[in-house]
């Protein structure tokens, strides 16, 4: 069955990086884009962007534009998310999602960034 | 972008009743590409319905999506205990994609 199986929680200082991710199974990894979703505390789902493992090619949203990159390791079938200068309001759960014809999601990363 | 809006933003119903949640897109989603999610507290997004209409794998028949030009619906039939939480929409047939702001539907 098909698997998104993302790292573990991390905690980061202000102005800190996190790299998130996210290891797919049971299906071509570079058949589908893999895009990443993020929900802080009590707030709704946020989209950042999609990743097409085919090529590597990305899309950002505009939030977040300048301080995060998305990259594909086709070889071991992972999917990463880097996202730099980080603030209290980057605190959230962090999900990626290959969305296509099918959809699945990881079990999500939580991301907290406290002094 | 298109700009998901879903309404109510909370739904009180009680168990076998009738739930009817709202998506309205700000313009057409291409391929009627959009998906419904439940979400409980602690938990991943679930998906429940992909492209307007198709149920996601083990989801029961008592969830449908319909769409009526840029209108999409989620209704759930008779609700059983565990389908009270909270429901997002999202469109994914265009970049960026974006989320519906959700609504929760809670035990009356």
């Known amino acids: 069955q098909v698997q998104l199986v993302q790292s573990g929680a991390e905690v980061k200082k202000p102005g800190a990086s996190v790299k998130v991710s996210c290891k797919a199974s049971g299906y071509t990894f570079s058949a589908y884009y893999i895009h990443w979703v993020r929900q802080a505390p009590g707030q709704g789902l946020e989209w950042m962007g999609w990743l097409n493992p085919n090529g590597g090619g990305t899309y950002y949203a505009q939030t977040f534009q300048g301080r995060i990159t998305m990259t594909g390791d086709t070889s071991i079938s992972t999917a990463y998310m880097e996202l730099n200068s980080l603030t209290s309001d980057d605190t959230a759960v962090y999900y990626c999602a290959r969305i296509g014809v099918e959809i699945d999601w990881g079990q999500g990363t939580l991301v907290t960034v406290s002094s | ?108």
């Open chain 2, 1 to 108: 972008e298109i700009v998901l809006t879903q309404s109510p933003g909370t739904l009180s119903l009680s168990p076998g009743q009738r739930a009817t949640l709202s998506c309205r897109a700000s313009q057409s989603v291409s391929g009627n590409l959009l998906a419904w999610y439940q979400q409980k507290p602690g938990q991943a997004p679930r998906l429940l319905i992909r492209a307007a209409y198709s149920r996601a794998t083990g989801i029961p028949d008592r969830f449908s999506g319909s769409v009526s030009g840029t209108d999409f619906t989620l209704t759930i039939t008779r609700l059983e205990p565990e389908d009270f939480a909270v429901y997002y929409c999202q469109q994914y047939g265009d970049a960026p994609g974006t989320f519906g702001q959700g609504t929760k539907v809670e035990i009356k």
